[in-house]
């Protein structure tokens, strides 16, 4: 089970994007995931009429390591730390370290 999923938002803790917040779109692989709005890199791109495609410089999210975001509690307005919890019914869930509240997602 993931600390961090897909819609998910999180608060970049460190780098160039450190305090920004967004919306996890996808995971990469097991250790990065694209975050909206977040390491955004310029790309390069040829024109392609058969696609219909214009040239230009386009912006482009790029991924990030999950050790670089936290995810976001709205109780405490501040990122947080995960932990799991199992529940009476015998499901495992997210909660909020801190606060220990669950995670709603």
């Known amino acids: 089970m993931e600390k961090i999923r897909k819609g998910d938002e999180i608060v970049v803790i460190t780098g160039k994007d450190k ?7 996808v995971r990469v692989g097991e250790e990065h995931v694209l975050v909206e709005g977040v390491n955004r890199a310029k790309k390069h ?9 214009a040239g230009g410089i386009v912006d482009k999210d790029m991924p990030i390591h999950l050790s670089n975001v936290a995810l976001f509690n ?14 009476e019914d015998g499901r495992k869930v997210r909660v909020f370290k801190s606060n220990g509240e669950l995670v709603n997602a």
């Open 45 to 53: 791109v040829k024109p392609n009429p058969v696609k219909g495609v």
């Open 19 to 25: 305090g920004k917040r967004g919306t996890v779109l």
């Open 74 to 87: 709205p109780a405490t307005k501040k990122a947080d730390r995960v932990g799991f919890k199992a529940l």
